[in-house]
């Protein structure tokens, strides 16, 4: 034992003296907290793996901060290797050529075998370009999902085992919770994430033409389609019937879930760690609700979270440092712990069912249902969403829902008024990066 | 004037040197990226600006038919009357109640100027706090007092809320100088008015109202500049310009787009609009307001 510690000791030793000639890998990210220390573990474990190279997790606020961070680095010449980029800001990433370093090339040209088919298709095929090449490693990835009060669910005479499945059974249990004086029986977070963009893809919908933009620049947004009209109408009576009520955009309502104060809500599946830190009651994660007489629904969610993106104009040794760290990154038993200990998804089949047989999900009940959703075969539909301005359309998506959600405007003026000003920025974005 | 003293300098580039420190200040945060800010609001660039092109007037032209952008102009105006005459008429009244104290002083003057050296987005989360429907402080004294609180979906609610965090904000600055302005009232034309029989309430219409006007508009001036431009960390805190674009003011949304959304020209070209109203209101309230101000 004794022996072990003296040569793990010189070993360190060793690692300290050979650090003047390690390559330093900077990677920018928006994790704080217990994800930072994620973050740093990762970086970490590659570091002590082996000698070359090392990975230096630097927090750069949240994400359109380090974002800019990046934008206003690369302008001056200073970006970091590796920059961690929301979902939205996908297609910016992907249109700029000159700013970035596909992933699939980056390993390749490192000289790793790079197999696209070990990635879960419903989270790799977001980052994945036409021609099949992922360009940015999915990282942290998560998907909508519905969480409910059990303890509410039993004093409104309601089965907390069966949770509602479609959006039928959604309101007649909130019309329980209300009658049970309950006075949020449902709510939402990340309203345009939900109930517009995974909604599209859970009823197998596009959400906007061109494969929700996969296919090229000239996507315009689809959500005038009565599909779309109906759902948000019957969100808007519900709202009206106070079945529904609204609690602010992006996680604002994750806090009233946690304190009981709404029984029902749709969120990230990376809400587990604060709802189970949190709540004093039971509580249950299920399957998005959906509607039922729509042909090819559920299909399956899309993803949230955010991805790793290699900045251009780096030596070739810096990026074999990066290939190995994203090979690192994807090896099955890091990629398990990672999901484990996250409640991310995760981006390999293997670590899924490496998670499966270790018997975490009999263990963790709900846990899975994330992965379910996410583990099918996509359709051309439900790949993902890859639009420009896309931070925008998400903000004017906002405006006009929370317009219809306080009676304003009519569910069918509010998605074409979606239509109208995000079609504008789309047009845009298609003139500027032709 | 007629006992104004001038002083002369010899040299011609001394008074130069010693101005420079303040005009390199100046020159460095205000013409600078004012210049920036006309320059790129003529063109059109991506993201990590690998690429730009003029596009002359396109940005202007494209802000102008976004009826979203004329309502905030709208939008912009409220909030800034209300921001500006709220914040003065309370630190007004607040300075003259202060001026009049005999004990506690003090106390009472310093606790009045704490809310100024509170970071902005710190009000607006405090606010929030307070605010919150259904579980914030105030909201739920409101709920007891028959008022459903609710600046999620009421744009009402929503506007009372930044223009309160605003003023609340603001009081402290306006308050000092209100403050010291009724400081500087000569003692000896209220005692002398006091003695031909004029009221406290005389006393303040007459005397020190009209003497402190100089203040009163610079302050005036000072207000609306801040609601223009520096309350965007208290909105982007409390309401994000909802309920739809109801609390969005002009500055909210050239922070959304430039720092936000990344579009550079777009937020340039805001910035310039930005910039011409409020040279045009300084201008304005100097030609008409200053004249029926007492120096």
């Known amino acids: 034992m004794k022996l072990r510690n003296t040569l793990t000791s010189m070993a360190l030793a060793l690692t300290a003296l050979s650090a003047q000639a390690q390559t330093e890998i900077q990677m920018w990210h928006s994790m704080s907290g217990a994800l930072g220390e994620w973050v740093n573990g990762l970086a970490n474990s590659y570091n002590q793996s082996q000698k070359d190279y090392k990975v230096v997790p630097v927090f750069k606020g949240n994400y359109d901060e380090s974002m800019t961070?990046?934008?206003?680095?690369?302008?001056?010449?200073?970006?970091?290797?590796?920059?961690?980029?929301?979902?939205?800001?996908?297609?910016?990433?992907?249109?700029?050529?000159?700013?970035?370093?596909?992933?699939?090339?980056?390993?390749?040209?490192?000289?790793?075998?790079?197999?696209?088919?070990v990635y879960i298709p419903a989270v790799a095929g977001y980052y994945t370009a036409p021609n099949g090449d992922i360009q940015s490693l999915p990282f942290n990835s998560s998907t909508p999902v519905f969480w409910y009060n059990k303890d509410a669910f039993k004093a409104a005479g309601l089965d907390p085992e069966?949770?509602?499945?479609?959006?039928?059974?959604?309101?007649?249990?909130?019309?329980?919770?209300?009658?049970?004086?309950?006075?949020?029986?449902?709510?939402?977070?990340?309203?345009?994430?939900?109930?517009?963009?995974?909604?599209?893809?859970?009823?197998?919908?596009?959400?906007?033409?061109?494969r929700n933009g996969f296919k090229g620049l000239n996507a315009r947004l689809n959500v005038t389609t009565p599909l779309h009209v109906r759902h948000i109408e019957n969100l808007a009576n519900m709202s009206a019937n106070g079945l529904f009520v609204y609690k602010g955009r992006a996680g604002a309502a994750g806090a009233t879930?946690?304190?009981?104060?709404?029984?029902?809500?749709?969120?990230s599946s990376a809400a587990y760690a604060g709802i189970k830190r949190n709540a004093k009651f039971a509580f249950g994660v299920s399957t998005l609700p959906y509607y039922p007489d729509v042909k090819g629904a559920p299909q399956n969610t899309i993803i949230g979270g955010a991805s790793l993106w290699v900045m251009a104009g780096k030596n070739s040794n810096e990026y074999k440092g990066v290939a190995g760290f994203f090979d690192h990154l994807s090896k099955t038993d890091v990629q398990a712990k990672s999901h484990q200990d996250t409640g991310y998804l995760p981006i390999t089949t293997a670590a899924y069912q490496a998670t499966e047989k270790s018997g975490f999900y009999k263990q963790n009940p709900g846990t899975d249902v994330s992965v379910t959703q996410m583990v099918r075969k996509t359709t051309d539909r439900s790949q993902g969403i890859r639009l420009g301005n896309f931070v925008q359309i998400r903000t004017i998506m906002d405006e006009e829902l929370e317009q219809v959600w306080s009676g304003k405007k009519s569910?069918?003026?509010g998605l074409e008024a979606i239509k109208k000003r995000g079609d504008e920025l789309l047009v845009r974005f298609e003139n500027a990066n032709r | 004037m007629t006992f104004e003293k001038r002083v002369r300098f010899r040299s011609s580039w001394l008074p130069w040197a010693l101005v420079a420190p303040q005009l390199l200040v100046v020159v460095l945060f205000f013409f600078w990226p004012a210049g920036q800010a006309l320059l790129e609001s003529v063109y059109e660039s991506d993201a990590f600006g690998m690429s730009s092109t003029f596009v002359g007037l396109d940005n202007f032209k494209r802000l102008f038919a976004d009826e979203t952008y004329l309502q905030s102009f709208w939008t912009t105006a409220i909030f800034s009357i209300w921001v500006a005459g709220c914040g003065l008429t309370i630190a007004l009244l607040l300075a003259v109640m202060a001026d009049r104290i005999v004990h506690g002083g003090l106390f009472y003057k310093t606790s009045l100027i704490v809310p100024y050296a509170i970071a902005p987005a710190v009000v607006g989360v405090l606010w929030v706090f307070m605010f919150t429907p259904s579980m914030g402080v105030v909201s739920h004294a409101l709920k007891q007092a028959g008022v459903d609180w609710n600046h999620l979906l009421n744009s009402t609610h929503a506007m009372t809320l930044i223009v309160t965090a605003a003023v609340w904000k603001q009081i402290s600055y306006?308050?000092?100088?209100?403050?010291?302005?009724?400081?500087?009232?000569?003692?000896?034309?209220?005692?002398?008015?006091?003695?031909?029989?004029?009221g406290p309430w005389m006393r303040f219409w007459t005397i020190q109202l009209p003497l402190i006007t100089p203040t009163a508009f610079f302050l005036l001036v000072v207000n609306i500049v801040y609601a223009f431009f520096d309350t965007f960390a208290i909105i982007d805190a409390t309401t994000s310009g909802?309920?739809?674009?109801?609390?969005?003011?002009?500055?909210?949304?050239?922070?959304?787009?430039?720092?936000?959304?990344?579009?550079?020209?777009?937020?340039?070209?805001?910035?310039?609009?930005?910039?011409?109203?409020?040279?045009?209101?300084?201008?304005?309230?100097?030609?008409?307001?200053?004249?029926?101000?007492?120096?």
Request: proline fraction near 5%; charged fraction near 15%; glycine fraction near 6%.
């Open chain 1, 69 to 117: 961070a990046a934008m206003a680095a690369f302008r001056g010449g200073n970006a970091p290797h590796v920059l961690q980029v929301f979902e939205v800001g996908t297609a910016t990433m992907m249109y700029s050529k000159g700013a970035i370093v596909p992933v699939a090339k980056v390993m390749k040209d490192a000289g790793y075998k790079f197999d696209p088919s």
């Open chain 1, 162 to 210: 069966s949770p509602p499945k479609t959006w039928t059974e959604l309101t007649l249990a909130a019309s329980k919770l209300k009658a049970s004086g309950h006075k949020c029986p449902f709510t939402t977070a990340w309203q345009t994430w939900v109930h517009l963009e995974t909604f599209s893809a859970w009823h197998d919908v596009e959400f906007a033409t061109q």
């Open chain 1, 257 to 267: 879930f946690e304190s009981g104060e709404c029984a029902m809500y749709t969120n």
């Open chain 1, 411 to 413: 569910p069918k003026d």
């Open chain 2, 174 to 198: 306006n308050f000092l100088f209100f403050l010291a302005a009724l400081q500087s009232v000569p003692k000896s034309l209220l005692e002398a008015a006091a003695i031909d029989g004029a």
């Open chain 2, 242 to 295: 909802g309920p739809g674009k109801d609390t969005a003011i002009l500055v909210y949304k050239v922070y959304q787009d430039g720092f936000k959304a990344m579009d550079l020209g777009g937020s340039a070209a805001q910035s310039v609009v930005l910039m011409a109203i409020v040279i045009a209101l300084t201008v304005l309230q100097f030609r008409y307001i200053e004249k029926r101000v007492n120096y």
